[in-house]
């Protein structure tokens, strides 16, 4: 689990990159309006599904589990390439478990990289996520991380005059963004950050631990 803590002035750093492109100098595109802040969360309300969430599995199973996530955290890309889908072909899959996918943006690129994952729309945003965590090793490290996650995402349809637009698009922006405060709001320091049925998961990022506590709450 990538820890925000672990590095000396890893809270203000991050803090510094959010706070800059959501109060920043940026100015809206035209004909668009500025970007927003938005009020403090809710807490009770960021444990259910939010109208602007991304739901994977069928949004009237029972139990809910919410990931908080940044694009560039390579334990992260462990937990959807190794972990979920595991998690997913026996509870997802069953109609048991639905998963609510919120970004949670640890620098700079991982922001732009979710930006670009909005503007694929609810059809293809799992697809895009599945293809931004399997390329991550390559695109994180580049020279041009942009750049370079964008050659895969051709196949999604988002070539460089889409993503080009998608990121200076501050309704695409303010989505990332609100995600991130509503999980500063529930505590979330760290990534991958799972909520199980409204409770904090403490345990390992394992296939059995996660399967284990799906099943002390699946009735």
């Known amino acids: 689990m990538r820890n925000i803590l672990i590095v000396a002035g890893g809270v203000v750093a991050v803090a510094a990159i959010v706070a800059g492109v959501y109060f920043g100098t940026r100015a809206p595109a035209p004909g668009q309006p500025p970007v927003a802040v938005a009020a403090t969360p809710d807490k009770a309300a ?4 939010q109208p602007t969430d991304h739901v994977l599995g069928d949004p009237k199973a029972p139990v809910t589990v919410i990931e908080y996530a940044s694009l560039t ?3 992260c890309a462990h937990f959807h390439v190794q972990i979920l889908p595991e998690i997913k072909k026996k509870w997802i899959d069953s109609g048991k478990v639905k998963l609510i996918y919120r970004d949670f943006p640890l620098d700079q690129v991982a922001v732009k990289a979710a930006q670009i994952a909005e503007c694929a729309g609810k059809d293809r945003y799992f697809g895009v996520l599945d293809i ?3 390329g991550q090793p390559q695109w994180a490290a580049a020279a041009d991380p942009i ?4 050659k895969p995402l051709r196949i999604a ?3 460089d005059a889409e993503i080009k637009a998608c990121l200076a698009n ?3 922006l303010t989505l990332v963004l609100a995600d991130y405060r509503g999980g500063e709001a529930l505590g979330v320091n760290s990534t991958p950050t799972l909520f199980i049925d409204g409770q904090l998961y403490r345990g390992s990022r394992s296939v059995d631990d ?3 506590a799906i099943g ?3 009735k």
């Open 216 to 218: 002390k709450i699946v």
């Open 73 to 75: 955290c390579s334990h």
């Open 147 to 150: 750049a370079e996650l964008a």
């Open 170 to 172: 501050d309704a695409m």
């Open 210 to 212: 996660i399967d284990g």
């Open 157 to 159: 349809g988002l070539g």
């Open 132 to 134: 931004l965590f399997r």
């Open 46 to 49: 960021l444990l259910a599904v």
